[in-house]
């Protein structure tokens, strides 16, 4: 059965009860992530925990059990896989805050800010490490090739960024590229793997797609509310994306269609020659005054769409719900 993006309209869209289908698989997932964060090594332990348990919400892995869960399966080696996507993603947030130069992530100061980059890049390679050897245990060569394929399309896209940061002629189909890769794959491939320890690969592609078009949709809620909330918000600061220089796709629309005076300006902010407080404040002026932002949550319930109509040939019940009300949850961050 398809359902339509806003059923949750009475009321505002939650994670809770994803959280609560998967309680139980998430304390199992959970033990695992705390017996395989452990070493000889206190550093490690101690900077991978600050990352771990500082508030996020653990959606990429609640995905992977979730997902099980549609399909039925009562195994437990999803939760080995649960666990891998976590300590992938982790180790990308390490390695992106050394990238970005960032200070605040959810909230609280960065690990490259307390303990330095080489310690915060040498811990995320340590769960990187940690992550394929769960891969290994949980007994599938395929569930290895997805996440494994996953995490090298994660580095690539973080590349393609890398490469495209302070370019203010980034075309948007380049910008949808990078985030199909460095956000959306990792949740294409958390929910795919379940189909495999499920044994239903028919399942796989529509999977992937929820997965997929829900993190494009994510992705872009996130860079429009870069110019929109602030960092009690967001858990970062406010305007990191503009300082940056990083052209998302607010920008990329509001540097279209503005008049030769905007585009100077943008030409200037992103190539880092205007990145003070109030050159911020007029970016927001800007990507406002163009609906730039309207047009970007648009495109993310667009993706959010897309990602409910891929479970319409499943079953209905908590966990489809769960699903969908997830996605609604995800676009709904803009408000």
């Known amino acids: 059965m398809s359902v339509t993006l806003h059923r949750f309209a009475g009321h505002a869209p939650s994670l809770d009860p994803m959280i609560g289908l998967v309680a139980r698989d998430m304390d199992s997932v959970n033990d695992v992530i705390v017996d395989r964060m452990r070493s000889e090594i206190p550093l490690i332990p101690e900077l991978a925990g600050h990352l771990i348990a500082g508030g996020g919400k653990r959606l990429r892995p609640m995905l992977t059990l979730a997902s099980a869960r549609l399909l039925g399966y009562g195994g437990d080696r999803h939760h080995l896989l649960a666990a891998a996507v976590e300590f992938i993603h982790t180790a990308t947030l390490l390695h992106d805050d050394v990238v970005d130069g960032s200070d605040l992530r959810r909230g609280r100061r960065t690990a490259n800010i307390i303990w330095g980059n080489p310690a915060s890049v040498l811990v995320g390679d340590f769960l990187f490490s940690r992550s394929f050897e769960l891969m290994v245990e949980s007994g599938s060569l395929r569930a290895l090739e997805i996440l494994s394929n996953a995490s090298a399309v994660i580095a690539e896209g973080e590349v393609n960024q890398l490469t495209a940061v302070r370019r203010v002629d980034l075309a948007e189909e380049r910008y949808l590229d990078i985030i199909g890769a460095k956000t959306a794959a990792l949740f294409a491939a958390a929910c795919r793997v379940a189909a495999v320890v499920a044994d239903r690969p028919a399942d796989e592609a529509a999977l992937d797609a929820y997965g997929r078009n829900l993190g494009v949709a994510f992705q872009l809620v996130d860079d429009a509310i870069d110019y929109t909330s602030d960092a009690g918000t967001m858990g970062k600061d406010a305007g990191d994306d503009f300082r940056e220089g990083k052209m998302t ?31 911020f404040a007029h970016a927001v002026d800007l990507v406002r005054r163009t609906r730039a932002v309207e047009d970007t949550f648009a495109r993310a319930r667009h993706y959010g769409q897309q ?19 997830a996605v609604e949850f995800a676009v709904a961050r803009a408000y």
Request: aromatic share 8%; charged share 35%; proline share 2%.
């Open 307 to 325: 990602a409910i109509d891929a479970l319409a040939a499943f079953d209905d019940g908590a966990a489809k719900d769960a699903m969908v009300e």
């Open 249 to 279: 796709l607010p920008v990329i629309l509001a540097y279209a269609r503005g008049d030769e005076a905007d585009r100077t300006f943008w030409r200037d902010a992103v190539e880092g020659r205007r990145s003070g407080d109030a050159d």
